[in-house]
């Protein structure tokens, strides 16, 4: 169970790096370009502190029970993470995007949650 757990932490660790880095760093244009369309009402700055966010929540999911440093942190990263993954599924079923993406890493993320409670 271990294993699983340091799996999906790991696999939506690197999801919200990829596309958290990407908002942080790219501008809004080249963003809609490669498909992030759930942005499109958001200004730069709003793309800007939502990536800096998943970021920062990737690294809170990782490195504390990495470390082995309040490793409840990741607990906490894990259920935040998923609440944002139901703000921009809200986000995508208004624009009549798909939000099965959206549920599945938040499933992810609710049970990395939980299997670190128990």
């Not at 700055?45 to 809170?60: D, N, P, R, S, W």
Request: proline letters at 3%.
């Amino acid at each position: 169970m271990v294993t699983t757990i340091w799996i999906l932490k790991w696999f939506i660790a690197l999801l919200f790096t990829f596309t958290g880095s990407n908002k942080v760093i790219l501008p809004k244009t080249k963003l809609l370009d490669i498909g992030m369309k759930g942005l499109i009402g958001l200004d730069e700055k709003q793309i800007k502190v939502a990536g800096f966010l998943e970021v920062l929540g990737a690294l809170g999911l990782i490195l504390p029970a990495l470390l082995n440093i309040y490793p409840a942190i990741s607990v906490v990263a894990a259920f935040c993470l998923g609440l944002t993954m139901i703000v921009a599924g809200r986000i995508h079923y208004k624009l009549k995007l798909s939000i099965i993406p959206n549920i599945a890493a938040f499933v992810i993320c609710i049970l990395i949650a939980y299997w670190e409670l128990v």
